[in-house]
T-cell receptor, first 114, second 110 residues
Framework: GAGVSQSPRYKVAKRGQDVALRCDPI?????LFWYQQALGQGPEFLTY????????KSGLPSDRFFAERPEGSVSTLKIQRTQQEDSAVYLC????????????FGPGTRLTVT | GNSVTQMEGPVTLSEEAFLTINCTYT??????LFWYVQYPGEGLQLLLK?????DKGSNKGFEATYRKETTSFHLEKGSVQVSDSAVYFC?????????FGQGTTLQVKP
């Protein structure tokens, strides 16, 4: 179907607020990845799901970050008690096992913490 | 650990010039290698890939060859266009998670 979609596209949060970022992967893609991209930098890995199982969360920067994919499709990245250093673009990508490690990225959510 | 180094930008070229963007990686195995491109105001797009030594990935006139002996995956294009202006990212992966370089900005002038 359509590509990876993410919502909201832009989010402004006051420091200390909780935020939830949504990712809708390409239909049928079993693998889903979250990345964080700071301004002027390359994306950095946060976490990875295969279906509903979170197989790698080694990139989550603190226990304020939490991700889930309860039914193996839509995923949500939640950040609790946001800090200014959380300001970044959060990218979601999905891939099909048939295509190896090719990942298809969504447009990202730009989070600004004030 | 695994890492990747790209040539620093910005790279500024005139239209129809030859492009090379260097990329070298370190990995504890034989990764799959990708180039992604980010056009202004758009999301990351897969440009090309190579999955084993000596493979050549190609797309839209861009090419890159997987060089195991030099652990490199340099991106080349024989004749760039203004529309190629973008940020280019090299990204190896061993396990699925992509390790991105810092990106190289290409600006092509008419």
């Amino acid at each position: 179907g359509a590509g990876v979609s993410q919502s909201p596209r832009y989010k402004v949060a006051k420091r200390g607020q909780d935020v939830a970022l949504r990712c809708d992967p390409i239909s049928g893609h079993v693998s889903l990845f979250w990345y964080q991209q700071a301004l002027g930098q390359g994306p950095e890995f946060l976490t990875y799901f295969q279906n509903e199982a979170q197989l790698d969360k080694s990139g989550l920067p603190s226990d304020r970050f939490f991700a889930e994919r309860p039914e193996g499709s839509v995923s949500t990245l939640k950040i609790q008690r946001t800090q200014q250093e959380d300001s970044a673009v959060y990218l979601c990508a999905s891939s099909s096992q048939r295509r190896g490690y090719e990942q298809y990225f969504g447009p990202g959510t730009r989070l600004t913490v004030t | 650990g695994n890492s990747v180094t790209q040539m620093e930008g910005p790279v500024t070229l005139s239209e129809e010039a030859f492009l090379t963007i260097n990329c070298t990686y370190t990995a504890t195995g034989y990764p799959s290698l990708f180039w992604y491109v980010q056009y202004p105001g758009e999301g990351l797009q897969l440009l090309l890939k190579a999955t084993k030594a000596d493979d050549k990935g190609s797309n839209k006139g861009f090419e890159a060859t997987y060089r195991k002996e030099t652990t490199s995956f340099h991106l080349e294009k024989g004749s760039v266009q203004v529309s190629d202006s973008a940020v280019y990212f090299c990204a190896p992966t061993l396990t699925g998670k992509l390790i991105f370089g810092q990106g190289t900005t290409l600006q092509v002038k008419p």
